[in-house]
């Protein structure tokens, strides 16, 4: 709706449109509310930030488009600097899938607009007055009055940044090259590198699936000793799991900001509120992000639903980050300790505790385990 003065109304204004955005997005609209969805990107295939790693969880509890997904993959393969002596891991169960993103965010974004969301592409949040949002589209700035707003920004949200919500400050940055690989006779495999020279508080990895390779480095970026584009590239050089592979002269590029300080304490008031990387929701230990940008958007989708049903914004009260972060304590303790392995005799002589059985049993919990982003407290 347009009022005399040229100001949109709506229900919710949802500000990015990655997976958080669009399944917010989608639910809040198949459940009657009239939703718009910004997105600074003219196109939802262009700057693809996430390698796609969808876990089994997601997996069982999510319906995506199955011919967006690459193979299966059981096994995980885990190498200290140097390379000699990996650990492999495998699971009697199809544990990961590589989403081929471009597709997907277009089948997503399909299945909002079929739910009544209206999307604008190419249309930059600039930010807030009230309950009236500035955003600059294609054809200049447009205004909108929405009773909620919904931070799906990213990392670095500034809707996070208007509404006074916390906002993330321990990121990681990552970098990956991905491209076609021809089929091969070894089993799709994840394989992770630890080595802080390359990849300090983090990993370096190779996910080939048999038939897209991505390649890529994450760590603090202060802590890179040539930047993170020479590390990539330096890995990339002699990275595992790419026997036989020609690296092709044209790669697809990703990177980003990659939050691990754990789900944030406060990500809502009541004037909105944040999914996603925006809400920090990403394991602290994996940074694996989409599993948890799905779940938390359901919760947020209740809440905001029972808030604009009742007429009460007093029900964003329910959407209590410091509640959900207790469960991230344990991982929140192990990223602490992986953050302080800087050398890599520290990596080659914490890699030992790998090969031992209760290092191989914690770390086939930590790849294949049952859990996923917390809802007990959800529901």
């Not at 909108?144 to 949200?157: E, F, I, L, P, T």
């Not at 890599?344 to 209760?358: H, I, M």
């Amino acid at each position: 709706m347009t009022s005399r003065s040229g100001t949109q109304t709506v229900d919710v204004l949802v500000v990015g449109a990655g997976l958080a955005g669009l399944h917010t997005a989608t639910l809040l609209a198949e459940r009657g509310h009239d939703v718009l969805l910004a997105e600074r990107r003219p196109s939802l295939a262009g700057a693809i930030r996430t390698t796609g790693i969808f876990v089994r969880k997601t997996l069982d509890d999510f319906q995506l488009p199955p011919e967006c997904l690459g193979p299966p993959i059981r096994r995980v393969v885990l190498y200290p600097p140097g390379l000699r002596r990996p650990v492999t891991l495998d699971s009697d169960r199809d544990e990961y899938r590589v989403g081929d993103m471009a597709p997907l965010y277009a089948a997503a974004a399909v299945a909002a607009a079929d739910a009544g969301v209206r999307m604008e592409l190419g249309t930059r949040y600039v930010g807030r007055r009230a309950d009236v949002y500035t955003l600059d589209g294609p054809d200049g700035p447009v205004r909108v009055r929405a009773r909620y707003v919904v931070g799906a920004d990213g990392a670095r949200s500034r809707v996070a940044r208007d509404l006074a919500l916390d906002r993330n400050d321990s990121l990681l940055v990552g970098a990956e090259e991905v491209f076609a690989v021809p089929r091969s006779a070894e089993p799709p495999a994840f394989h992770c590198v630890l080595d802080p020279s390359l990849a300090p508080g983090y990993l370096a990895w190779v996910v080939n699936d048999g038939q897209h390779a991505h390649v890529g480095v994450a760590g603090y970026a202060h802590r890179f000793p040539d930047g993170l584009r020479r590390a990539v590239a330096r890995f990339g050089a002699s990275a595992p799991g790419l026997h036989g592979v020609d690296r092709p002269a044209e790669v697809e590029r990703r990177g980003g900001p990659i939050p691990v300080g754990g789900l944030l304490r406060r990500i809502s008031c009541p004037l909105g509120l944040l999914v996603g990387d925006a809400a920090g929701a990403v394991s602290p230990l994996t940074a694996g992000g989409l599993d948890p940008c799905l779940r938390l958007s359901e919760h947020a989708a209740d809440v905001l639903d029972e808030a604009l049903r009742s007429g009460r914004a007093a029900a964003l009260a329910r959407y209590d980050g410091a509640e959900l972060r207790a469960s991230f304590r344990g991982r929140l303790a192990l990223r602490r300790g992986l953050a302080q392995v800087r050398t890599p005799a520290v990596a080659a002589a914490a890699f030992s505790l790998l090969r031992t059985p209760v290092g191989r049993a914690a770390a086939r919990r930590i790849l294949f385990g049952d859990r996923s982003f917390p809802t007990r407290t959800v529901a």
